[in-house]
């Protein structure tokens, strides 16, 4: 049995930027020896590593850790309900074992606190407490809540999901618009978007009515050519069914989403159909990364 592997690329944090990607760099190794491992697990086997012997021995002995490579807003929140009393964040995970550099910390705190999920001296607020609950960034989670609020919870539901499972953090992700080869699909691929879109220019609307849309076809037994034709991954669109019943279970478990009466499901999503109000929900949740637009001296402004 012959093993030939090409590892996938790694997850990069730029604190500075606040942006992960993916890069491609030499394995560790310790991922060396776990993939010569695989090659022999059912039958003896070869596995054939494409680097020499002199390049072996450069590699990192050990992957680099998960916490260094990734947001750790989330991992904050956490840290600040764990951590004992008059310890920040940053003295707190300063002690894990492969740290994250207080540059990345000190952003996940500054954001936190800019989203109001922590106050001025690092103690959660009721929001961030609100946020420990729900498993998702807080920037998604807060946006959840402020759908409850505006009362537009379903199609803000499938803009967190659909956001939450395209992010590149997640181990090869499966994007919701599936990208063609060919040039002439590529361009049709492009159409179906702006189909969705309906003229908003939006990402989030393309998201949500296409996910609108193959739920209807779904219900009528032809989703798999619907996919087809408007270039849609399946199973992507089957895990964002998935990740909004378990978001819209922890609501209900949290008391946001009640069984009857006022602010109950009917209550809660009488606001869906005004694109105004999704959109405020969705503001909410982005900020502080807006942009405004100057159209009078055609300029962008940030912060």
Not at 253 to 280: M, T, Y
Request: charged letters at 20%; hydrophobic letters at 40%; glycine letters at 4%.
């Amino acid at each position: 049995m012959k093993k030939f592997v090409c590892p996938p690329p790694q997850k990069v944090f730029d604190s500075l930027t606040g942006v992960t990607g993916l890069r491609s760099v030499w394995v560790s190794q310790a991922s060396a020896t776990q993939r010569r491992g695989r090659a022999g697990r059912c039958r003896p086997g070869i596995c054939y590593h494409l680097f020499s012997r002199q390049r072996y021995e450069s590699l990192q002995l050990f992957s680099t850790p998960e916490i260094l490579c990734t947001p750790i807003h989330e991992l904050c929140l956490q840290a600040k309900l764990l951590a004992p009393p008059n310890i920040s964040i940053a003295d707190f995970l300063a002690r894990a074992p492969d740290p994250p550099s207080f540059s990345v910390t000190r952003s996940a705190v500054t954001l936190l606190k800019t989203i109001d999920s922590l106050d001025p001296w690092e103690e959660l607020t009721e929001l961030g407490l609100h946020l420990l609950d729900l498993p998702i960034d807080p920037r998604l989670g807060k946006m959840v809540l402020y759908s409850v609020v505006l009362k537009c919870l379903d199609p803000v539901l499938t803009i967190v999901c659909a956001l939450a499972y395209k992010d590149p953090c997640m181990y090869s992700p499966l994007p919701l618009f599936m990208i063609p080869f060919h040039p002439i699909q590529k361009r049709a691929a492009n159409l179906s978007k702006k189909k969705f879109a309906a003229d908003t220019f939006s990402d989030h609307m393309a998201l949500l009515r296409a996910f609108q849309a193959w739920q209807k076809a779904r219900s009528e037994g032809y989703e798999r050519s619907f996919c087809e034709k408007n270039f849609l991954s399946a199973p992507t669109l089957e895990m964002i069914v998935g990740m909004r019943t378990q978001l819209l279970g922890q609501l209900r478990a949290s008391g946001f989403v009640r069984a009857r009466g006022g602010g109950d499901i009917r209550d809660l999503n009488s606001n869906s159909e005004n694109w105004a109000v999704v959109k405020a929900a969705v503001c909410a949740g982005t900020y502080p990364n807006l942009i405004r637009v100057d159209r009078e001296r055609r300029q962008l402004i940030t912060q």
